[in-house]
């Protein structure tokens, strides 16, 4: 039987291989928002703030640890979100945020998902015990374990649950501390308060902010328990802020940071706590949106401040 010449083979085969290839780059995309990339990157950049305190206190910098450290939180941070989908996917079924991921939309099987989130966990855990250390690889441990079989089961039952949440979420802060310097001092705790801290106004605002999709899946968050019209998240968002402020300013005082430091870490910190009082003076999604913003970029921010005191 004659072969057909390539150019006739087709225009239902070129169309079939289309397909083929929408499908695969969904699935890529499927993967890709299971690792929670917005998540992990915070996480990341909350391990590399604590490297370069860490650095800036001993004096001593690896590149090659840097990146080590930062590859490996990564990869855990992805596993345990990916993790978290698994867990949660019922619930994220119900809210109109989430129901199009997918897990709850059937484009990635459950045990799929939990694979894929083991792996990515096990090769952080791989990189970091070896290449960095054991210290900061059960950390990263720790920080799995915390916030997959406490925090996560905590947000059905108590509107605390971001309270409990901050430790697994400030941890990696922890663990980047300790990967530059191997140990934990006061400076590194210091730290993790401050880790700790911002993620109170960070949560609180995202649960302002969704909160009839939080109560319709089952979640206790402040908003959602709280029938005052969000006074209580609102005074807890400036209590946490004006908190966050003195913490981030003790860096400097207490720890190895400088003047460049300070001079950038007041006006940062309070941008965010006029934010929280702005937030409390109008309760709309709008002003919760603003303080959500503002926490997003606090981190990022801060790591600039950090590794230019040091640097300079």
């Known amino acids: 039987m004659p072969e057909r010449p390539p150019s006739a083979a087709a225009p239902s085969e070129r169309r079939a291989r289309a397909r083929q290839g929408d499908v695969a780059s969904a699935s890529m995309r499927d993967f890709w928002s299971?690792?929670?990339p917005e998540i992990s990157f915070l996480v990341t950049i909350s391990a590399l703030a604590g490297f370069l305190l860490g650095a800036a206190e001993t004096g001593v910098?690896?590149?090659s640890q840097l990146v080590f450290t930062l590859a490996g939180v990564f990869l855990c941070a992805g596993g345990v979100g990916a993790l978290n989908h698994y867990l949660e996917r019922h619930l994220d079924a119900q809210m109109k945020?989430?129901?199009?991921?997918?897990?709850?939309?059937?484009?990635?099987s459950p045990k799929t998902a939990r694979r894929?989130?083991?792996?990515?966990?096990?090769?952080?855990?791989?990189l970091l015990c070896p290449l960095v250390g054991p210290l900061t690889a059960?950390?990263?441990?720790?920080?799995?374990?915390l916030y997959l079989y406490v925090y996560t089961p905590l947000k059905q039952k108590t509107s605390h649950n971001t309270l409990v949440g901050t430790i697994p979420g400030a941890l990696p802060a922890l663990g980047g501390y300790a990967a530059a310097t191997g140990s934990l001092s006061v400076t590194g705790w210091l730290l993790f308060g401050v880790?700790?801290?911002w993620q109170m106004p960070h949560f609180l605002s995202l649960a302002w902010m969704y909160r009839t999709d939080y109560e319709r899946a089952g979640f206790r968050m402040t908003p959602t328990v709280q029938a005052d019209g969000g006074a209580s998240t609102a005074r807890q968002t400036i209590a946490y802020t004006t908190l966050l402020l003195a913490l981030s300013t003790l860096l400097s005082l207490a720890g190895p940071l400088g003047m460049i430091y300070l001079t950038g870490a007041v006006p940062l910190g309070g941008w965010f706590l006029c934010e929280g009082i702005r937030f409390n003076r109008r309760r709309t999604n709008q002003s919760a949106g603003r303080v959500l913003k503002a926490s997003i970029?606090?981190?990022p921010a801060l790591v600039v401040l950090i590794?230019?005191?040091?640097?300079?």
């Open 138 to 145: 059960a950390l990263a441990i720790l920080t799995g374990v």
């Open 297 to 299: 970029w606090y981190v």
């Open 34 to 36: 299971l690792a929670k």
């Open 61 to 63: 910098f690896s590149g």
């Open 307 to 312: 590794a230019v005191d040091w640097l300079v």
């Open 116 to 126: 894929y989130g083991l792996a990515l966990a096990s090769a952080g855990v791989g």
């Open 195 to 197: 880790m700790a801290t």
């Open 97 to 108: 945020r989430t129901r199009d991921r997918a897990l709850p939309a059937g484009r990635v």
